[in-house]
């Protein structure tokens, strides 16, 4: 087992990795003192797999939960499921010392991260993330939220959970489509703050398709270093944290303009890391042989890298990215790179700029 700690004065805590971890949630959960009474959160698809094992080991531990189950997908991340939420609680009777167990991918994690934040004024909760995405994201970090219809995560808080136990035995039933969506979000952390991490994925991204346990163990501890060395430095977003967005600003864009389910995060993603990588090389220089490495790191792992839009989509699309949440004074701001392993965030980038690399997807 790897533990990577993520420093946060008293909301400080420790990211777990490894394997058979959920036989251990309710000892580790013990050991942190929580509350008797708890909630585990999942959705359809993942507590058919998790839950009978997530709540043996809560119960062997003397706690009494109960399991709240939401419909899968994105469409459960609105403020009507959280409302059922509560109401579950309340029914049990959960207090200020009882806690929530998050357990599924990105969007369980923000739903019941937020419930956790605003229940009672707040209740602990601990994140068991059983997607790659969530593993080297969603989880880490504290951001939680919900959608509205004008856009993705635009109701939500800042709230650290007080453990994030990642085991990898749970992507022995995670479809291929979400796996690889997650591992838009692990080349991710190779742009912005790791070129030896870019160049190993390039090197083994046969071995993390296969899903090799030691592989993954070390890439997924590697990128959970890497967010909460920023997440430390910057706990909500007031500077560095923002580049944890790169690709972000198109990709939130496109989930939104699309209706939530037609892309995966990570595909979404994946498309609007590859413009910013175009974005980049226009603005900053970006050196045209790491925007084709870029390019085709993401395609070779199986994610898309463009896409074509009519008129009536590049409009919803825009109109979706002027009310993303890094948007300041009405301008679209981007995180860009200046090579891979280095950006910067804020970039004004001018919406005809955007228009053409989104068309044509060439290079100047």
């Given at each position: 087992?790897?533990?990577?700690?993520?420093?946060?004065?008293?909301?400080?805590?420790?990211?777990?990795?490894?394997?058979?971890?959920l036989s251990r949630l309710g000892a580790e959960c013990a050991r942190l003192k929580l509350g008797q009474r708890c909630a585990i959160i999942t959705d359809s698809n993942v507590g058919k797999h998790f839950a009978s094992a997530?709540?043996?080991?809560?119960?062997?531990?003397?706690?009494?939960?109960?399991?709240?189950?939401?419909?899968?997908?994105?469409?459960?991340?609105?403020?009507?499921?959280?409302?059922?939420?509560?109401?579950?609680?309340?029914?049990?009777?959960?207090?200020?010392?009882?806690?929530?167990?998050?357990?599924?991918?990105?969007?369980?994690?923000?739903?019941?991260?937020?419930?956790?934040?605003?229940?009672?004024?707040?209740?602990?909760?601990?994140?068991?993330?059983?997607?790659?995405?969530?593993?080297?994201?969603?989880?880490?970090?504290?951001?939680?939220?919900?959608?509205?219809?004008?856009?993705?995560?635009?109701?939500?808080?800042?709230?650290?959970?007080?453990?994030?136990?990642?085991?990898?035995?749970?992507?022995?039933?995670?479809?291929?489509?979400?796996?690889?969506?997650?591992?838009?979000?692990?080349?991710?952390?190779?742009?912005?703050?790791?070129?030896?991490?870019?160049?190993?994925?390039?090197?083994?991204?046969?071995?993390?398709?296969?899903?090799?346990?030691?592989?993954?163990?070390?890439?997924i501890t590697r990128c959970c270093e890497i967010k909460a060395d920023v997440v430390s430095q910057d706990e909500t977003e007031t500077g560095l944290r923002a580049i944890l967005n790169f690709g972000h600003t198109v990709g939130?864009?496109?989930?939104?303009?699309?209706?939530?389910?037609?892309f995966l995060h990570g595909e979404a993603i994946s498309i609007g890391q590859v413009a910013a990588a175009k974005l980049s090389q226009q603005i900053l220089g970006l050196p045209v042989n790491e925007v084709e490495r870029i390019?085709?790191?993401?395609?070779?792992?199986?994610?898309?890298?463009?896409?074509?839009?009519?008129?009536?989509?590049?409009?919803?699309?825009?109109?979706?990215?002027?009310?993303?949440?890094?948007?300041?004074?009405?301008?679209?701001?981007?995180?860009?790179?200046?090579?891979?392993?280095?950006?910067?965030?804020?970039?004004?980038?001018?919406?005809?700029?955007?228009?053409?690399?989104?068309?044509?997807?060439?290079?100047?």
């Amino acid at each position: 087992m790897r533990n990577v700690p993520v420093s946060l004065g008293n909301r400080s805590y420790e990211i777990k990795v490894g394997n058979d971890l959920l036989s251990r949630l309710g000892a580790e959960c013990a050991r942190l003192k929580l509350g008797q009474r708890c909630a585990i959160i999942t959705d359809s698809n993942v507590g058919k797999h998790f839950a009978s094992a997530t709540l043996k080991s809560l119960s062997a531990a003397g706690f009494e939960p109960i399991l709240i189950t939401v419909p899968a997908g994105e469409k459960s991340k609105r403020i009507a499921v959280v409302e059922k939420c509560f109401d579950q609680l309340a029914k049990h009777r959960a207090e200020r010392k009882s806690f929530i167990v998050a357990l599924g991918g990105g969007v369980v994690g923000d739903l019941a991260g937020f419930v956790a934040a605003t229940y009672l004024r707040g209740i602990p909760f601990v994140q068991v993330p059983t997607t790659l995405l969530a593993q080297v994201d969603s989880s880490v970090g504290g951001k939680t939220g919900v959608n509205l219809r004008a856009g993705k995560n635009l109701v939500g808080a800042f709230y650290q959970p007080k453990l994030v136990l990642c085991d990898l035995d749970t992507f022995k039933t995670l479809p291929k489509r979400e796996f690889i969506s997650g591992l838009a979000e692990v080349i991710k952390y190779g742009i912005i703050f790791d070129a030896k991490l870019f160049a190993q994925l390039e090197r083994d991204l046969s071995k993390n398709l296969k899903r090799d346990p030691k592989t993954l163990s070390q890439i997924i501890t590697r990128c959970c270093e890497i967010k909460a060395d920023v997440v430390s430095q910057d706990e909500t977003e007031t500077g560095l944290r923002a580049i944890l967005n790169f690709g972000h600003t198109v990709g939130h864009a496109i989930e939104n303009s699309f209706g939530y389910g037609k892309f995966l995060h990570g595909e979404a993603i994946s498309i609007g890391q590859v413009a910013a990588a175009k974005l980049s090389q226009q603005i900053l220089g970006l050196p045209v042989n790491e925007v084709e490495r870029i390019e085709k790191l993401f395609a070779q792992a199986g994610l898309p890298t463009r896409i074509k839009l009519n008129s009536i989509q590049r409009k919803k699309l825009f109109a979706a990215m002027k009310l993303d949440k890094k948007v300041s004074a009405g301008e679209i701001k981007f995180v860009l790179a200046e090579k891979i392993g280095q950006v910067v965030w804020g970039q004004k980038v001018p919406q005809a700029l955007i228009e053409e690399v989104l068309a044509t997807g060439a290079h100047r």
